[in-house]
């Protein structure tokens, strides 16, 4: 069972550039969740996708959007990308049971890191 | 609004000895709280979670925690600390919505 795969896996951009990663959730997922971890923090969440429509968003600015796909994959797409984008970018994949992260529990993959020169 | 503080960045214990590794959360609401591990390049793995059941929680490898409301702590231990437990460990919390809050992580060392 292939669990929740990122591509690609490194990623070198110049500033002002825009960029797309893309993600594979889980076998029987339906929702996924993406998060930014610069180097040294914690993960900070971006937004959630559920039944191809952004169910939430965290703090981060318009040039951050998503899709999801009917099968589930989404992409999260940067523009005018900002030497402060540089970070591990983590695709969550989970079941949407409507019940939030305390019964949908999240599978993380092992991420993009995105370097802006 | 929801909100967590891992006590220590760093801690380093001596193979066999106990591991604790600290955190105090924030939320207006009942909590949920989890404890992830990450292993160099590797995904977030989810160690174990509180969801308003049992205080106590136990969870993969041998560690467990203890959910405290007076104290607003979730606090991860191990009785018996192996090598293959030197990881970046990160406690999370989520109340309402579908985000979760990640503290800024403790690296666990582990010395032979």
């Known amino acids: 069972d292939a669990g929740v795969t990122q591509s690609p896996t490194h990623l070198i951009k110049t500033r002002g550039q825009q960029v797309t990663l893309r993600c594979s959730p889980k076998?029987?997922?339906?929702?996924v969740s993406w998060y930014q971890q610069a180097l040294g923090q914690g993960p900070q969440f971006i937004f959630q996708?559920?039944?191809?429509?952004?169910?939430q968003r965290g703090n981060f600015p318009d040039r951050f959007s998503g899709h999801q796909f009917p099968n589930y994959s989404s992409e999260l797409n940067v523009n005018a990308l900002l030497l402060g984008d540089s970070a591990l970018y983590l695709c969550?994949?989970?079941?949407?049971?409507?019940?939030?992260?305390?019964?949908?529990?999240?599978?993380f993959g092992p991420g993009t890191r995105l370097t802006v020169l | 609004a929801q909100s967590v503080t891992q006590l220590d960045s760093h801690v380093s214990v001596s193979e066999g000895t106990p591991v604790l590794l600290r955190c105090n959360y924030s939320?207006?609401?009942?909590?949920?709280l989890f404890w992830y591990v990450q292993h160099p390049n590797k995904g977030l793995q989810l160690l174990l979670k509180?969801?308003?059941?049992?205080?106590l929680v136990k969870g993969i490898n041998g560690f467990e925690a203890e959910f405290k409301k007076s104290e607003t702590s979730f606090h991860l231990t191990k009785p018996s600390a192996h090598m293959s437990d030197a990881a970046e460990y990160f406690c999370?919390?989520?109340?309402?919505?579908?985000?979760?809050?990640f503290g800024a992580g403790t690296r666990l060392t582990v010395k032979p």
């Open positions: 939320s207006s609401y009942s909590p949920s």
């Open positions: 509180y969801t308003s059941a049992a205080t």
């Open positions: 996708y559920y039944e191809e429509e952004e169910r």
């Open positions: 076998s029987g997922h339906d929702t």
């Open positions: 969550a994949s989970s079941l949407g049971q409507g019940g939030g992260p305390s019964t949908d529990t999240q599978y």
């Open positions: 999370v919390v989520s109340d309402i919505g579908y985000d979760m809050r």
